[in-house]
Nanobody, 122 residues
């Protein structure tokens, strides 16, 4: 069973930066694609970014492209989401998840972390 634990969320002001971490069990980040998702109150869970197991492929949602960066440290079994130029609309619970392939559909991800709250004030 893959276990994922997110951290790094918190309160930020518009324009600030935060870095989220997703620590995985065993060698998960080398064996699975890891995606970052977010869910705001009353909204569906949406893909933010995903990175393939080899790190060759990555994808970003249009809403965060150019502001967020996904990266991986295999030695630490950790995937990061660097979030720059934060906006109030980035406020949500952020989740990381593991999948066989780096797809954009939440249903394709079989293991999820518990989430970390990000709140951005204007």
């Amino acid at each position: 069973q893959v276990q994922l634990v997110e951290s790094g969320g918190g309160l930020a002001q518009a324009g600030d930066s935060l870095r989220l971490s997703c620590v995985a069990s065993e060698r998960t980040v080398d064996n699975y694609a890891i995606g970052w998702f977010r869910q705001a109150p009353g909204k569906k869970r949406e893909i933010i970014a995903t990175i393939s197991s080899s790190s060759i492929y990555s994808y970003y949602a249009e809403s965060v492209r150019g502001r967020f960066t996904i990266s991986k440290d295999s030695a630490k079994n950790t995937v990061y989401l660097q979030m720059n130029s934060l906006k109030p609309e980035d406020t949500a619970i952020y989740y990381c998840a593991a999948s066989i392939a780096p797809t954009i559909r939440p249903d394709d991800y079989h293991s999820w972390g518990q989430g970390t709250q990000v709140t951005v004030s204007s």
